[in-house]
């Protein structure tokens, strides 16, 4: 890199914060332009998501074949998904098959937690310090924290007192956890909650679900990919991708064009059906296109799928408590299932509505309700995450005279095509706020590729100072939340619209993500790169 006036030295040309798949691609392709960086990572493997999150039944709820990196032939052909949902262990295995085939890993340093980062207007860098107290310095600082890496626990009195196992799905222990005649709680019934419960459900001696809010789910309809399906799927690489990259949300599913009001009952009550035995997000994605945008054809999926979980629950009241309520279906990221609801006819499980029996406290033996103390040996928190913006929280960034990143958000996210902040020079986020989620890899490899065209023109121009214009920053941030109006899913307390009740200041709804089409996303992205980056401020 060329270096910066008044020609301070920096460790790095570019440090970047996490190694899940955004941080090892963001690696290789900062390789490839021959710089030198360093990837800081809390964890002990690569993985990010796919590390952590070590709960029984985690798994995809997108077809294992899209969601895996599509920019190696290579990989592509050496690696072979045995699911066509595939579960964490094998999705951590593949990261670590990335890893290696890649040589990323003398690049990364594990067990290092960025706790602070500063920008240096002396250097045009970045200080960033680590847990031990270490400090290093950089031109360009790349988050690759994710949007679901900061676990929560609920605020409940006594947490701290129970003497038996306790556990967040998303901090599971590497070592197996027996569950064999164990008497099991699980607070939560979201995306983790759901996996974790359908598969301990015949393990346990006792299972006791407390349900904060009920969820919607549809089947996965999981299966092997057998040697025949595997060829074909190798050989349809190309169109596979070509299929994510013109669909709304970068998986395989596109929405139907038509309303699901303009139909006859007969017709929309087939493809209900037919989706509902479909595997994946069809369902959700595939969908007609109003189901999320217009309430009265929102009641009609909501409906189906009410009448579908009073059909699967053999108990009606304990279907009622798992009907949803306070949101219709698609409103929230869909949960896929795979017999979660058959778990509730079981002798041994057990379901408490907490909006009607609140938990008072945690005891050293269980949970005290309003109603009776349950006595437990294991606590099983499924309570989600500080999305989005959490993981950004946990970190001290300081931009530009010292302002603090959190201040600047305390309102709701302000950025940049998602990807940069004003008073933060040289400073890139993948997958933050404002950016096109989705199918994630998908996204993911976007992202990275135009930070790396950036980082490249910096180069090329000998540029040491990239920022965004507040006036950037204001029609991005406008233009994102305009497109959030009239979305069903805007109006529903939900880690997409930033509520997390257990995180202080996180009670009041944000439009957190991009609402538009992933190709609107990169069709804006785009222009920018090609009127060379003259948004930008640049020196």
């Known amino acids: 890199m060329t270096a910066s006036p008044p020609n301070i030295a920096l460790d790095h040309d570019a440090i970047i914060i996490g190694a899940g798949l955004s941080g090892m691609y963001q690696l290789h392709r900062l390789r490839e332009l021959g710089l030198r960086a360093r990837v800081f990572e809390t964890g002990t493997d690569v993985g990010g998501t796919w590390y952590w999150n070590r709960y029984p039944g985690a798994r995809f709820d997108s077809e294992s074949y899209s969601y895996g990196y599509s920019f190696s032939k290579e990989l592509l052909q050496e690696w072979e998904w045995s699911e066509h949902f595939a579960g964490q262990p094998e999705t951590l295995r593949y990261c670590q098959f990335a890893a290696d085939k890649l040589d990323l890993r003398r690049d990364i340093q594990f067990e290092s937690r960025v706790v602070a980062a500063a920008y240096e207007e002396d250097s045009r860098g970045w200080r960033v310090r680590l847990a031990d107290g270490s400090e290093h310095s950089c031109r360009f600082l790349i988050t690759a924290v994710g949007p679901l890496s900061t676990p929560t626990l609920p605020r409940i009195e006594d947490r701290d007192t129970f003497r038996g196992q306790a556990f967040h799905t998303a901090s599971w222990p590497k070592e197996p956890v027996d569950f064999a005649g164990k008497r099991v709680a699980v607070i939560g019934t979201g995306a983790t909650g759901i996996q974790t419960i359908q598969t301990i459900a015949s393990q346990v001696g006792h299972l006791t679900v407390f349900q904060r809010t009920a969820n919607w789910a549809a089947p996965l309809h999981n299966s092997k990919i057998d040697a025949a399906t595997q060829a074909k799927i190798k050989a349809s690489y190309p169109e596979i991708f070509a299929r994510c990259q013109e669909t709304f949300s970068c998986f395989i599913h596109t929405p139907d064009p038509r309303s699901a009001l303009e139909v006859s009952d007969a017709e929309r009550e087939a493809q209900y059906e037919r989706l509902y035995g479909e595997p994946g997000f069809g369902i959700w994605q595939g969908n007609f296109r109003d189901i999320v945008i217009d309430r ?9 799928v009410a009448r579908k979980i009073r059909e699967r629950v053999k108990d009606p009241k304990t279907a009622e408590k798992l009907i949803p309520k306070n949101h219709g279906f698609g409103t929230r990221r869909l949960p896929l299932e795979t017999f979660y609801y058959e778990a509730y006819n079981r002798d041994n499980v057990e379901l408490i509505d907490i909006t009607e ?7 050293p033996k269980g949970i005290k309700t309003t109603e009776k103390e349950f006595e437990f040996d294991i606590i099983i928190y499924a309570t989600g995450f500080d999305a989005i913006t959490g993981s950004f929280d946990k970190i001290d960034f300081r931009g530009v005279g010292g302002i603090r990143l959190k201040d600047v958000w305390k309102r709701g996210p302000e950025t940049y095509l998602g990807l940069m902040v004003h008073g933060f020079p040289n400073m890139m986020m993948l997958m ?6 989705g199918n994630i890899p998908r996204s993911i ?3 990275v590729d135009w930070v790396t065209g950036l980082v490249r023109f910096a180069r090329d121009k000998g540029l040491t100072r990239l920022e965004a ?8 941030t406008d233009h994102v939340k305009a497109l959030g109006e009239g979305m069903l899913s805007n109006e529903v307390d939900s ?4 509520i997390n009740r257990n995180v202080e200041g996180k009670d009041i709804r944000i439009v957190a993500r991009y609402s538009g089409s992933a ?3 990169r069709a804006r992205c785009n222009a920018v790169a090609t009127n060379g980056y003259s948004e930008l401020t640049l020196a």
């Open 357 to 363: 029996t609140p938990i008072e406290r945690i005891t």
């Open 495 to 498: 880690w997409m619209t930033g």
């Open 432 to 437: 933050g706020p404002h950016t096109a989620l």
């Open 519 to 521: 190709p609107d996303y």
């Open 445 to 447: 490899e976007y992202s």
């Open 296 to 304: 009265e054809a929102n009641a009609t999926i909501s409906d189906f």
């Open 469 to 476: 214009t507040p006036e950037g920053v204001k029609e991005w």
